[in-house]
């Protein structure tokens, strides 16, 4: 029996939502009095496994092939499907990326399983040994906690940035068991002929220690300058509300909120943002809060470490000039 983490990397590099499953998925395991095992699909991508022991896996079985070099649907999901009938894990942990989303439904069906999409939390229950997967539903309305008690393994895709870190042990060993996948090419039905990085996508608004949002509350395109540079100033990012990215202020890489990205960073600063429900969702568990609304009672003022109440327009010149001088 053990916990699975699907550890995702692209181009050789380990997915951050795979260490932050690592983390979750210990104290899972731990519960349950069962080993984690991290698994890594790719091509020549064994060098990673070290980083998944440190961060809280026993074992990392390591699936290798030339035709896994690239993510492919049937690829991952054949690799994944034939060691995971074999294995029998008890719960299998996917992160909610792109590839995630496509690859935890897919094998679900395959392990004739159901999938929980998109969780927020995940717990033990006590005394049935459930996994508890929780996610938002009825449009972030209400918490869903849903359980799949007739069925093994449990599954569920996950958000990144809703699970912090672990922090790396250099001491922690583990096993590693590299296995040579046996897959045809006629068993993969789709080619990728190239890959085309888009520039947006050096803007990962999950990593950043500072960010610097706005919401409708800003007004225009062109107000959107004003954070960009307190946030230039602070070595951070600009992030923004879904009403912000709809009017086209922004991309949609910026933002922030149940649709958009899950972020922790020390300092979120929210500027003309009502604080709506789908928004907190995404940026509540950041280390310090600060909102400059001109409604004190705006939503966002109650969970603010600090809530500045006045207009951005005359709040945010004053900061910059201020940190300017500073
Ligand atoms: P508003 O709610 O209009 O708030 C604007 C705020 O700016 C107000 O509080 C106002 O007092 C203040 N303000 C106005 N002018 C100024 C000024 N000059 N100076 C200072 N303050 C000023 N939203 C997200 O953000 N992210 C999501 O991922 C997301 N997903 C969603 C998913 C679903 C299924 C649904 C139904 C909704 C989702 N939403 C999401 C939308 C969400 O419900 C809100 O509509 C949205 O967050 C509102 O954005 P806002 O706070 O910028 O705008």
Redesign the pocket.
């Known amino acids: 029996m053990s916990v699975w983490v699907i550890a995702e990397q692209r181009d050789g590099y380990l997915q951050k939502v795979a260490l932050e499953l690592l983390g979750k998925g210990r104290e899972l395991s731990e519960k349950l009095g069962v080993k984690l095992t991290a698994v890594l699909v790719g091509y020549e991508v064994e060098k990673l496994a070290n980083t998944l022991i440190k961060h809280g896996a026993d074992e990392v079985i390591v699936l290798e092939n030339i035709l896994l070099k690239n993510y492919t649907t049937d690829g991952y999901t054949n690799a994944i499907e034939k060691i995971a009938i074999e294995r029998k894990p008890e719960i299998i942990l996917i992160g909610a990326t792109n590839i995630g989303r496509d690859l935890g439904p897919r094998l679900a069906a395959r392990l004739k399983t159901g999938l929980t999409a998109d969780c927020t939390g995940l717990d033990i229950d006590e005394n049935t040994k459930n996994l508890l997967m929780t996610r938002p539903a009825f449009?972030?309305n209400l918490m869903a906690t849903i359980e799949c008690p007739n069925h093994r393994p449990q599954m569920a895709t996950v958000r990144p940035g809703v699970f912090p870190l672990p922090c790396p042990d250099d001491r922690r060993e583990g096993r590693i068991e590299k296995i040579d996948v046996k897959i045809k090419e006629e068993e993969i039905r789709t080619v990728v002929e190239k890959i085309v990085k888009s520039l947006d996508e050096k803007i990962d608004i999950t990593e950043a220690k500072v960010i610097v949002s706005g919401?409708?509350?800003i007004?225009n395109k062109e107000g959107f300058e004003m954070l960009k540079e307190l946030a230039h100033l602070l070595g951070g990012v600009v992030g923004a509300?879904?009403?912000?990215v709809d009017a086209g202020w922004i991309g949609k890489d910026h933002?922030?909120?149940?649709?958009?990205k899950t972020v922790r960073p020390k300092l979120y600063i929210a500027?003309?943002?009502?604080?709506?429900?789908?928004?907190l969702?995404?940026m509540q568990e950041s280390e310090y809060i600060i909102a400059?609304?001109?409604?004190e009672n705006?939503p966002?003022m109650s969970i603010a470490d600090l809530g500045i109440v006045?207009?951005?327009?005359k709040v945010l010149p004053e900061l910059i000039n201020e940190i300017k001088a500073y």
């Open positions: 449009g972030g919401g409708r509350g007004g509300s879904r009403a912000a933002q922030v909120g149940q649709t958009g500027c003309g943002i009502s604080g709506a429900i789908q928004h969702a995404g400059i609304n001109k409604d705006a966002i006045g207009d951005v327009y």
